[in-house]
């Protein structure tokens, strides 16, 4: 086995015990790193350390000894970094617990996927004011089902940073054969298809659940990238961004396989099923269920046209049907292909 590279951010502090929150702590013990994880539930804390598994969120997969777990935020005190992976509703409320314990300058690395529905704040905005100055803000988003991940097997995501030497700090704390960060310094760009996509996946699901095609999921794919792309534009962020692994790779993923929450969501409403329905019999997070109104509400703001998240936040939210709501995005006027 190849020597653990040694790194100044050695002790990894993981907040969320969700899905996503216990594979990334796996993640970063595979990259050598101390790892504390945190769990809000203690019934999640305390499977997790006596039974070593995370039977709630992630079960099947065993977690190693070498994983710390506590439902305790005051523990976050001696970690060099911290990965924030609360549902994007909630992340600003657990940051404010968690900022007075942290350690000065520690940064925290956002991995929630979304965009705050009362204030349309992007993730880094809403973090980032709940935090001390001191602690800088880094975003980790892209092409990641948590089950592979936690697997083992090979990732690539985006890191992004404004501060060059701190992203490559992260990167190279969290990074290892087969989870491979690449960095970026666009950090409004590098959240925007990790919000929406999930979104588009709903749309995808619809798509999937009426039996509407493969040409129809992926003229939603592109179209989406498209609208995608107009936001992430207004708000400052670059195209090439949309282009990477945080957009086009991300979106690709979700739109493509029922292992999505979102998509198989969008399925279960194509077939037929309520939105009440559908949530009531999961526990998991459908982000875009939240985002696409946060979406719409953001998009009117600025003046960006994104008529296939509107149609995603009607069904959800306007009662609108499915039916005519599609005939709707069909029966729009015929347009130039660029963004
Ligand atoms: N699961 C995945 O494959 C991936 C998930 N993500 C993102 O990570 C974030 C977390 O998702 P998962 O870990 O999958 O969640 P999950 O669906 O596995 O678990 C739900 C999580 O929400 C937490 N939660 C519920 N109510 C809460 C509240 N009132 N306050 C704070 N936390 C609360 C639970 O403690 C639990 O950690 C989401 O933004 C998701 O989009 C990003 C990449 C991959
Ligand atoms: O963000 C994800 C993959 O990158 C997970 O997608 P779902 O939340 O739709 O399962």
Redesign the pocket.
């Known amino acids: 086995m190849s020597a653990v590279p040694p790194s100044p951010l050695n002790r990894i502090g993981v907040v969320?015990?969700?899905?996503?929150?216990?594979?990334l702590a796996l993640a970063a013990l595979r990259a050598g790193r101390e790892t504390l994880l945190w769990?809000?539930?203690p019934a999640?804390v305390e499977a997790m350390s006596i039974r070593r598994e995370n039977r709630?969120?992630?079960p099947g997969v065993p977690l190693p000894d070498a994983l710390r777990v506590t439902g305790d935020l005051a523990d976050l005190g001696d970690c060099d970094a911290v990965l924030l992976?609360?549902?994007?509703?909630?992340?600003r409320?657990?940051t404010a617990g968690m900022a007075p314990l942290l350690k000065p300058g520690a940064p925290v690395v956002v991995?929630?996927?979304?965009i705050e529905l009362d204030s349309h704040a992007l993730?880094s905005e809403a973090v980032g004011a709940a935090l001390p100055a001191g602690n800088p803000v880094a975003i980790l988003?892209?092409p990641?089902?948590?089950?592979?991940?936690a697997r083992g097997l090979p990732t690539a995501v985006t890191l992004a940073c404004a501060d060059h030497d701190l992203g490559t700090a992260l990167v190279a704390a969290l990074g290892s054969r087969t989870f491979r960060p690449y960095l970026s310094d666009d950090v409004v760009g590098s959240q925007i298809g990790?919000a929406v996509k999930?979104v588009l996946a709903i749309a995808c699901g619809v798509v999937e659940g009426r039996r509407l095609g493969d040409n129809a999921r992926a003229a939603l794919i592109t179209r989406g990238l498209a609208e995608i792309t107009r936001l992430a534009l207004a708000l400052g962020g670059r195209a090439e961004t949309l282009m990477g692994l945080s957009g086009l790779g991300?979106l690709t993923l979700t739109c493509s396989s029922l292992?999505?929450?979102?998509m198989s969501l969008g399925a279960a409403l194509g077939e037929g099923k309520s939105l009440a329905e559908i949530l009531a019999a999961?526990?998991?997070?459908?982000?875009g269920v939240y985002t696409a109104a946060a979406v719409v509400g953001l998009a009117a703001k600025l003046g960006v046209d994104m008529p296939i998240c509107a149609a995603v936040d009607a069904i959800l939210n306007r009662g609108a049907g499915l039916d005519e709501t599609i005939d709707g995005l069909l029966s729009r006027p015929f347009r130039g292909e660029g963004v």
């Open positions: 969320g015990g969700g899905a996503w929150g216990t594979a769990a809000r539930e999640v709630d969120y992630l992976v609360s549902p994007a509703q909630h992340a409320s657990v991995c929630a996927k979304g993730m988003s892209g990641t089902f948590a089950a592979e991940v990790g999930n991300d292992q999505s929450r979102n999961r526990r998991s997070v459908a982000e």
